[in-house]
């Protein structure tokens, strides 16, 4: 008996020993980086030749620091405050409006926001702003120009203005608001009996708005609901608890927080009374649509309580909290990953293996892990949610995108207000023929990189060829090569019309009719949801 409890006591100190030595090297570590970084600190503004830029010495530091640890944890200064209101919940003080700034130019008004301060004091599309507070815009940079329109809710921000109807000039006196960019931008009826409820965002109230707008399309005869989450980065997770409370039983498990010891595990049930429990839903999700975003599709999905349409979604299974730290800057830290209702991580197996656009890449099934829905289907973790239907999503030329990104596209529909003092209900407008070719004599005197995916692949072949000594004994075909994929700027432009007119006709709406009238618009075109609506959902 006593060689036993010795032998226990042994085996006891083999295990315990380590954990508590674990303990001390870890504080230990702490302790002597913190001591490192001072001497070298130290010793810099002792020896250094010049005087150190210790601003950005610091934020650089703080910045790679923190990138060790995962791409949300960030440091935000107090300088930068007014930044960490508007990414929590999509708010600043200003008077409402998105400016338009090329370089040694006046600032243009390129959207007022429906019912925003610019809005009621008359500034639209193509209104220049010569001045703000007195202070010429010709000399300030984009970003001055916008630090400048935004202040405090209640003060006055003085601007002289060029009208684009007429060309008065003329000064307008603007008191600033809070100004909230809206995380619902459509409720609407897609036929007589789908509602569409599109959804950009997860900031405070959304779900009050979501059930607001279900109240809104029911009376209107609603028989089915989308929910469209596509590009739907996330936000606040009490807030996509609930939305899903709207649809599921009360006391329903939506998720589960796992932070770094077993008391910060937390699980999340809906606490009020759905609205409809029945309704057959669709989530429409993509590789844009994290975070919150998966909360809602994963609890929707592990539940059974409606068919999830789509793509692959971004996977972001990490809750961040903001943490208050000295000088009254804030440290948005990941404190836990969470968990849908089967048990599912929707976090990424790693950081490296994604796509372009930073979403899932392939994970194979031997990583990955089976769960189960609530009625016995199989769904697995990995990264993201993937949905019951999968969907393609819209492929665009590299033209398309270089039209948008060069500003090309902005422009031209700048130049389109101000020859246009109306355009028809956006039900009825359509850009024509006839506008197309004044757009193509348009983008023909515009600077911007048209050429085609393939043929820069072969400008990067040729300098390839070139390193490697083989340019001339190919010379003749890449020659031939070259010739057949060279196109001039307009040819290619009428090639790609299909794909660049739902663009100019979103942009436009907008300009006259507001945010609702692009989506109107861009449903038009929606193809992705076109084939959801008339796939067959998942029969509970």
Not at 125 to 150: F, N, V, W, Y
Not at 192 to 207: L, P, W
Not at 223 to 243: H, S, T
């Amino acid at each position: 008996m006593k060689r036993f409890f010795v032998s226990a006591l042994a085996a006891l100190a083999a295990v315990t020993i380590p954990i508590c030595a674990s303990g001390q090297s870890r504080s230990f570590r702490l302790g002597q980086w913190v001591e490192i970084n001072n001497s070298i600190l130290k010793e810099l503004n002792r020896s250094y030749v010049d005087t150190l830029p210790l601003d950005r010495m610091m934020r650089s530091g703080i910045d790679a620091m923190l990138g060790n640890l995962d791409p949300y944890t960030i440091y935000i200064p107090e300088e930068e405050n007014e930044d960490l209101e508007m990414m929590l919940s999509k708010t600043y003080g200003g008077i409402g409006a998105i400016i338009y700034k090329q370089v040694d130019s006046n600032v243009v008004i390129n959207e007022p926001y429906y019912g925003s301060p610019a809005w009621k004091n008359g500034l639209v599309c193509g209104d220049e702003i010569i001045a703000i507070d007195g202070m010429p815009t010709k000399g300030l940079a984009a970003a001055e120009s916008s630090d400048r329109m935004k202040g405090k809710p209640g003060t006055t921000v003085n601007f002289k203005v060029k009208k684009v109807r007429g060309g008065d000039t003329v000064d307008v006196a603007i008191v600033r608001e809070r100004i909230h960019i809206p995380d619902v931008e459509y409720v609407g009826m897609l036929d007589d009996t789908t509602g569409y409820i599109r959804q950009s965002g997860f900031t405070e109230n959304v779900s009050g708005i979501i059930r607001d707008g279900y109240f809104r399309l029911k009376g209107l005869g609603m028989k089915r609901l989308v929910l469209d989450l596509r590009g739907n980065g996330g936000g606040l997770m009490n807030e996509a608890i609930g939305i899903v409370s709207l649809f599921v039983p009360k006391g329903s498990l939506v998720v589960t927080a796992k932070g770094n010891t077993p008391e910060s595990t937390r699980e999340y049930r809906t606490t009020t009374e759905p609205v409809d429990t029945l309704i057959p839903l669709i989530v429409m999700v993509d590789s844009g649509s994290a975070s919150s975003s998966e909360i809602v599709s994963g609890a929707i999905q592990d539940m059974d309580r409606g068919t999830i349409m789509g793509q692959r979604t971004y996977g972001k299974g990490l809750v961040q909290s903001i943490r208050p730290i000295t000088y009254n800057g804030q440290l948005k830290v990941t404190t836990a990953k969470y968990y849908t209702p089967s048990g599912r991580c929707v976090q990424a197996i790693d950081y490296s293996h994604r796509n372009e656009d930073g979403s899932v890449g392939h994970i194979p099934d031997s990583l990955t892990h089976e769960f189960k829905t609530a009625h016995g289907r199989t769904v697995r973790d990995g990264g993201g949610i993937t949905p019951d239907v999968t969907i393609s999503s819209p492929s665009y030329s590299r033209l398309v995108y270089s039209l948008v990104l060069s500003g090309v596209i902005d422009n031209y529909v700048l130049k389109y207000v101000r020859e246009h003092d109306s355009i028809p209900a956006v039900e009825d407008f359509h850009f024509s023929d006839e506008d197309f070719e004044d757009f193509i004599a348009f983008a023909a005197t515009q600077e911007f990189d048209y050429r085609s995916s393939a043929k820069t692949f072969f400008d990067q072949m040729k300098k390839e060829l070139e390193k490697d000594g083989l340019s001339e004994s190919v010379q003749a075909e890449v020659d031939a090569l070259g010739k057949a994929l060279d196109m001039d700027k307009e040819k290619f432009i009428r090639l790609k019309k299909n794909e660049i007119i739902p663009f100019i006709e979103e942009e436009i709406a907008v300009r006259y009719w507001y945010q609702e009238a692009g989506v109107k618009v861009s449903l038009r075109y929606d193809d992705q949801l076109r084939e959801a609506l008339s796939s067959p959902m998942i029969d509970f």
